[in-house]
């Protein structure tokens, strides 16, 4: 028998279709999320825009142009 939900989660249940040759990045990129991942990553494409796996990745290449853009400006 399933846990019951706890009263404060709502429940969003989300589906849609990917066409191959048009949404290749998108299928390539919920293919490489494990399934038990995806609502997490889901939940921070809709609020930010880039999934938190590539979030370090921007900080990363945000740093280094604001790095190159110091030594520019001096």
């Known amino acids: ?11 969003f249940r989300v589906t849609f279709r990917l066409h191959p040759g048009k949404d290749d990045d998108l299928i390539a990129l919920f293919e490489s999320i494990p399934a ?25 290449n945000d740093e280094t142009l604001m790095g190159a853009a110091a030594g520019f400006l001096d």
Do not use: C, H, I, Y
């Open 1 to 11: 028998m399933a846990r019951p939900l706890r009263p404060s989660v709502r429940v």
């Open 36 to 60: 038990g991942e995806r609502p997490k990553t889901l939940g921070s494409l809709l609020r930010t825009g880039t999934p938190a796996t590539a979030r370090s990745k921007q900080a990363s």
